[in-house]
């Protein structure tokens, strides 16, 4: 039986979702807005699951009313994530990558633009700490859930994702 392992946020609850959708047999990771930190500790246990239980395709997941994005997004004081300081260096990018991402989304597809955007460069410095401790490459990819479809969408392709630079 094929295995996969989910990186997750534990506000948005996707555990009961994802083995209801995915057939595989299932492993969790979770971290708020998936803005987990690559220290070696971290990526030497990770490195040791995905060894020892063969796996072979990993997917971050968020899901479209993330709780952590939204707030750092809408600046809301209410939100019991904002003042999080462990939270500060993932809200300035999202709200940076929010005003780069209006350059080439539409309104209704800015918040599925910008998880795009934030999973591609979790999946790239990813791609990069597992390529040094692992000894067979794993497929890495990335999924954005929409409760009101009930449906997994595959982000953007990273080519669709901006980012900006400026030339002197």
């Known amino acids: 039986m094929q295995k ?3 990186l997750i946020c534990p506000t948005d609850c996707l555990e009961q979702t994802i083995n209801k959708s995915f057939t595989y047999v ?3 990771y979770s971290s708020l807005g998936n803005s987990f930190v690559y220290d070696r500790k971290t990526i030497g246990h990770l490195g040791e ?4 239980h063969q796996i072979k395709k990993i997917y971050f997941v968020l ?3 993330n709780k952590i994005v939204e707030g ?3 600046n809301n004081s209410n939100n019991n994530f904002s003042n999080t300081i462990a939270l500060d260096n ?3 990018e999202i709200i940076k990558q929010k005003e780069q991402s209006k350059i080439v989304s539409r309104e209704e597809n800015l918040q599925f633009s910008l998880l ?3 999973l591609n460069n979790k999946i790239k410095e990813f791609e ?3 390529s040094n401790i692992l000894n067979e490459p794993v497929k890495i990819g990335g999924k954005i859930y929409n409760r009101e479809l009930d449906v997994f969408t595959p982000i953007y392709s990273d080519l669709i994702c901006l980012e900006k630079y400026h030339f002197n």
Not at 49 to 52: C, M, V
Request: glycine share 0%; hydrophobic share 50%; proline share 0%.
């Open 26 to 28: 299932n492993y969790f």
């Open 72 to 74: 750092a997004l809408n």
């Open 128 to 130: 990069i700490q597992l």
């Open 63 to 65: 899901s479209m009313d």
């Open 49 to 52: 699951i995905i060894e020892k």
């Open 4 to 6: 996969c392992f989910f």
């Open 116 to 118: 795009s955007y934030l």
């Open 90 to 92: 993932f809200n300035t």
